[in-house]
């Protein structure tokens, strides 16, 4: 079965969103992060309501929960929810975010208008090959475009309003959720798992159309705190031990050719340290720790610390302490428990005419925190490219297909609930 949607009505939903900024901020300590997250999230609020969903909540924390009722004859349908996230990366700008629709894309390169430096090209952007003679949506040059995971955003609230208008289509109970300050690893500190409301999940949070991620990282922090020893600069010979100068060594004497984001790939982990703070008494470094494999961390956190004890022996009367931080942790030993919930996914992509990848994520998404918080929740595409850059980019056709996808995900569960 074939689903018309309106591409025009998707393109103009998002652009919407991605005016509307919502970078959240790691350095805050209130939640969320940012205030104004809640403008995405009242908004969306409101137009679930006037939608006609009569289930819609936010609260204090700039979630919201909403639900659409079943139009299934059947009485135990399972109930499915989906989810995005309303925060943009702190990466890049989200402030006066102007969304330039390109429509029949023609495989040129793209200078955008506000920077003439950023281009988007198929050299550096090969999916553009994809795209040709379709609508794609850049950003203008001075700020990302918000596509993660505003896209997520506009392709659920897209499929609530295709199932509201065309009701004899059977499905269950569907649970929408938005969460705030997911970009600053926070995106499920405060949701309340009884509104969520299903015992399985998705996030719409992926890129290419077809893809399907039911692995992440597991994920760490680790902060090596190096304490000095401060002393009067005119009178510190013999007595002074800088802690900054010690960090400094310390990064040094990290591995150069391994162990880093940027000499990683695939199904390796890494070592990154994120951020340096201090003075001559006291100085912190912070670090994330990621692996596929959830008992790997140990071993990166013991060579990590080794490294560390290593340089600060170096000095007399140094010390240093090493605390670690859970972060989140591999979905899949969650998911492979529950095979169902990815192969119904995977049967919907191939329903709606494309192609399944089954991706690993080099990171995580608010569904590696839910699969452990009882909702097993792999990820699902949206389009999204060069997320958290000036030369970020999504295209509406494969935004388009996500809706499709979610609306055949959603027959599919009331189909195998017999």
């Given at each position: 079965m074939d689903f018309h949607i309106n591409r025009a009505s998707l393109a103009e939903r998002f652009m919407r969103y991605v005016q509307i900024d919502t970078q959240s901020d790691p350095e805050s300590e209130t939640f969320?992060?940012?205030?104004?997250?809640?403008?995405?999230?009242?908004?969306?609020?409101?137009?679930?309501?006037?939608?006609?969903?009569?289930?819609?909540?936010?609260?204090?924390?700039g979630y919201v929960y909403a639900t659409l009722p079943a139009t299934s004859s059947k009485t135990a349908v399972i109930p499915i929810c989906f989810c995005a996230h309303v925060d943009t990366a702190p990466d890049c700008s989200g402030t006066h975010v102007k969304p330039i629709l390109h429509k029949n894309y023609d495989g040129k390169d793209i200078i955008l208008p506000d920077d003439k430096s950023q281009v988007l090209s198929v050299k550096d952007a090969p999916y553009l090959l994809t795209q040709i003679g379709k609508d794609i949506i850049t950003a203008s040059g001075n700020t990302l475009l918000g596509a993660d995971d505003k896209s997520g955003v506009a392709i659920i609230m897209e499929m609530a309003a295709f199932l509201l208008q065309n009701k004899n289509i059977p499905h269950g109970e569907i649970k929408i959720v938005f969460t705030p300050d997911e970009e600053v690893g926070?995106?499920?500190?405060?949701?309340?798992?009884?509104?969520a409301g299903a015992p399985f999940g998705y996030t719409l949070d992926g890129g290419e159309a077809g893809s399907l991620e039911e692995e992440t990282f597991s994920a760490d922090a680790a902060t090596i705190t190096v304490h000095g020893i401060i002393a009067h600069p005119g009178y510190a010979k013999n007595t002074l031990v800088n802690a900054m100068k010690i960090a400094g060594e310390i990064l040094a004497a990290l591995p150069k050719n391994e162990w880093s984001p940027e000499t990683t790939d695939g199904m390796q982990g890494f070592v990154h340290p994120v951020s340096l703070n201090g003075m001559a008494e006291k100085t912190t470094i912070g670090f994330i720790v990621r692996d596929f494999k959830t008992?790997?961390?140990?071993?990166?956190?013991?060579?990590?610390?080794?490294?560390?004890?290593?340089?600060?022996?170096?000095?007399?009367?140094?010390?240093?302490?090493?605390?670690?931080?859970?972060?989140?942790?591999?979905?899949?030993?969650?998911?492979?428990?529950?095979?169902?919930?990815?192969a119904y996914a995977a049967e919907a992509i191939k329903r709606a005419g494309l192609t399944v990848?089954?991706?690993?994520?080099?990171?995580?998404?608010?569904?590696?925190?839910?699969?452990?918080?009882?909702?097993?929740?792999?990820?699902?595409?949206?389009?999204?490219?060069?997320?958290?850059?000036?030369?970020?980019?999504?295209?509406?056709?494969?935004?388009?297909?996500?809706?499709?996808?979610?609306?055949?995900?959603?027959?599919?569960?009331?189909?195998?609930?017999?």
């Open positions: 969320p992060t940012t205030e104004k997250q809640k403008d995405l999230s009242r908004l969306l609020a409101q137009e679930l309501k006037d939608m006609g969903v009569s289930r819609v909540e936010t609260d204090a924390f926070k995106g499920t500190a405060k949701i309340d798992m009884q509104k008992a790997e961390l140990a071993n990166h956190h013991a060579r990590l610390k080794e490294i560390a004890e290593k340089v600060v022996a170096g000095f007399k009367g140094a010390k240093m302490e090493y605390t670690i931080h859970e972060q989140y942790r591999n979905m899949k030993d969650i998911l492979q428990q529950h095979p169902q919930v990815v990848k089954m991706e690993s994520i080099r990171g995580g998404t608010d569904g590696s925190r839910l699969s452990y918080m009882g909702m097993p929740c792999p990820n699902i595409f949206t389009g999204m490219q060069n997320i958290h850059s000036k030369l970020e980019w999504i295209s509406v056709y494969d935004m388009a297909k996500s809706v499709e996808t979610l609306i055949h995900l959603s027959m599919i569960w009331e189909e195998k609930n017999m």
